[in-house]
């Protein structure tokens, strides 16, 4: 059974930082891309990045380009985010997918706010 696990959400002030993490199990992880997804209340699910599988190459929506980083641990089946200098708009809650299983995870919730 594939399964998604997000962790790390919660409040945070303007310009603070947050890290995310997702862990895979239930197929060869090591295998396949993983994305982070973001929804916004009100708003369509968007994608926010992307990591191939070996040899790693990454892809970032505009918006957080410079301020995110996704990476990987295959020995731990383990996707993260690292998000610095977080902006309002930031806040949403954020799924980590893997299309080909065509597996999400159930979201954690980032608010940044004052």
């Known amino acids: 059974q594939v399964q998604l696990v997000e962790s790390g959400g919660g409040l945070v002030q303007p310009g603070g930082f947050l890290r995310l993490s997702c862990a895979a199990s239930?197929?060869?992880?090591?295998?396949?891309?993983m994305h982070w997804y973001r929804q916004a209340p009100g708003k369509e699910r968007e994608l926010v990045a992307i990591?191939?599988?070996?040899?790693?190459?990454?892809y970032y929506q505009d918006s957080v380009k410079g301020r995110f980083t996704i990476s990987r641990d295959n020995a731990k089946n383990m996707t993260y985010l690292q998000m610095n200098n977080l902006k309002p708009e930031d806040t949403a809650i954020y799924y980590c997918?893997?299309?080909?299983?065509?597996?999400w995870g159930q979201g954690t919730q980032v608010t940044v706010s004052s």
């Open positions: 239930g197929y060869n992880f090591r295998v396949y891309a």
């Open positions: 990591i191939s599988n070996i040899p790693t190459s990454t």
């Open positions: 997918h893997q299309p080909t299983m065509g597996a």
